[in-house]
């Protein structure tokens, strides 16, 4: 039988994974569609944003990198799709709280919270998932 040996203390493991995270993927079901909604609310160029083997279209973001996808490989080839991201998993950042909640407004962006704790604000893209807006400080 095979027994863990305990830790030494003060040693931390070695890992080859980094401390890192490349992107994140965003499931979508359209992704013209996706990749024009997401270049409006982020104000990029879709020429910029070029779709990749029919299903990926990597955002140019700062920072970690923000992949829409409409996984094949994953349920995408489903009718309903993928699911979507039911909870934030990550943070798009602002300087403008107040001015991002009042643009995603004008564009008719689905508002799932008022600005909360004059901090944060969630929304969702056309495919469900919910997208947190925070301020950068």
Request: glycine residues 10%; hydrophobic residues 40%.
């Given at each position: 039988m095979n027994k863990k040996q305990p830790a030494q203390s003060g040693?931390?493991?070695?890992?080859p994974i980094k401390n890192k995270v490349g992107s994140?993927?965003?499931?979508?079901?359209?992704?013209?569609?996706?990749?024009?909604?997401?270049?409006?609310?982020?104000g990029l160029n879709e020429a910029d944003c070029?779709?990749?083997?029919?299903?990926?279209?990597?955002?140019?973001?700062?920072?970690?990198?923000?992949?829409?996808?409409?996984?094949?490989?994953?349920?995408?080839?489903?009718?309903?799709?993928?699911?979507?991201?039911?909870?934030?998993a990550f943070m798009l950042m602002t300087e403008d709280l107040k001015g991002s909640f009042d643009y995603m407004k004008e564009l008719g962006v689905n508002l799932v919270t008022e600005i909360e704790h004059e901090?944060?604000?969630?929304?969702?893209?056309?495919?469900?998932?919910?997208?947190?807006i925070c301020l950068e400080w």
């Open positions: 040693i931390t493991p070695t890992s994140v993927f965003v499931p979508v079901r359209n992704i013209e569609k996706s990749r024009s909604w997401y270049c409006q609310v982020l070029e779709i990749v083997n029919g299903h990926l279209c990597p955002l140019p973001m700062d920072g970690v990198g923000i992949i829409l996808d409409t996984m094949p490989k994953w349920g995408g080839d489903q009718p309903g799709g993928a699911a979507s991201i039911e909870t934030p901090h944060w604000f969630v929304v969702k893209d056309p495919d469900g998932n919910k997208l947190m």
